[in-house]
């Protein structure tokens, strides 16, 4: 099964340090978003990527964040400066683009803890 | 402002009946809604998508139907089964692009023997 994986699954890190996760899509998936779910709400976007440009971003992107897809491919998500706060699931999701193709194929994702 | 709401309480019901659950959205005209299930520590799964023109959409023992005047989709599960106790997510594109996706903050389903 070549669904979208997501290194690593689990992260406790104090606060201040920086931390990166890494998102593999579906293979010939060319969009990738990053979502981040806290504990009993729904996922929230924070930015997605069509190919290698990072088309949109969320203004729950705060400047600590950073997201990358240098080559089209796999996508790293970036926080510098971790604060409690950003404790969450970040989740990454893929699709194809195209009319009628919106469904969007989600990771397992990474559990964040800022201690 | 835009909102999407799900029932925030969990909705418990008996193996075998039908579970029917409730998103609301006001201030989206979206072109289609999707629905997807959450099991803990998991990511969302796709389970179905219904379009602006689509009064009703059916998979095996789902049924989910989209009334665009109320604002309002149903989602149903028919004999349920505890392996369908999850929680359960509604979303909206809310640009039209599939860009992103807002989501409801998900009705937690518990069925029960």
């Known amino acids: 099964d070549t669904g979208v994986s997501q290194d690593p699954r689990h992260k406790i890190t104090k606060r201040g340090q920086n931390v990166t996760f890494r998102c593999d899509p579906i293979s010939e998936h060319n969009r990738l978003y990053w979502y981040r779910q806290t504990l009993g709400q729904g996922p929230e976007f924070l930015t997605y990527f069509q190919n290698e440009a990072q088309l949109e971003k969320s203004r729950l992107l705060s400047d600590r964040f950073s997201a990358e897809r240098p080559k089209g491919s796999f996508s790293t998500l970036e926080i510098q400066r971790t604060e409690q706060g950003d404790s969450a699931m970040y989740l990454c999701?893929?699709?194809?683009?195209?009319?009628?193709?919106?469904?969007?194929?989600f990771g397992p994702g990474t559990r964040l803890l800022v201690l | 402002s835009q909102k999407i709401e799900q029932n925030s309480e969990a909705l418990n019901i008996q193996e075998g009946k039908t579970a029917t659950l409730t998103c609301n959205y006001t201030n989206y005209s979206p072109a289609y809604l999707q629905w997807y299930r959450q099991d803990p520590g998991r990511g969302p799964v796709f389970l179905l998508l219904i379009r602006e023109n689509e009064k009703e959409k059916r998979k095996e023992r789902l049924k989910v139907t989209f009334d665009t005047t109320l604002k309002q989709s149903l989602f149903h599960i028919t004999a349920s089964q505890p392996a369908d106790s999850a929680t359960y997510l509604c979303?909206?594109?809310?640009?039209?692009?599939?860009?992103?996706?807002?989501f409801g903050t998900g009705t937690r389903l518990q069925v029960t023997l």
């Open positions: 999701a893929s699709s194809t683009s195209g009319r009628f193709q919106e469904t969007q194929y």
């Open positions: 979303a909206l594109d809310p640009t039209g692009t599939a860009s992103k996706l807002t």
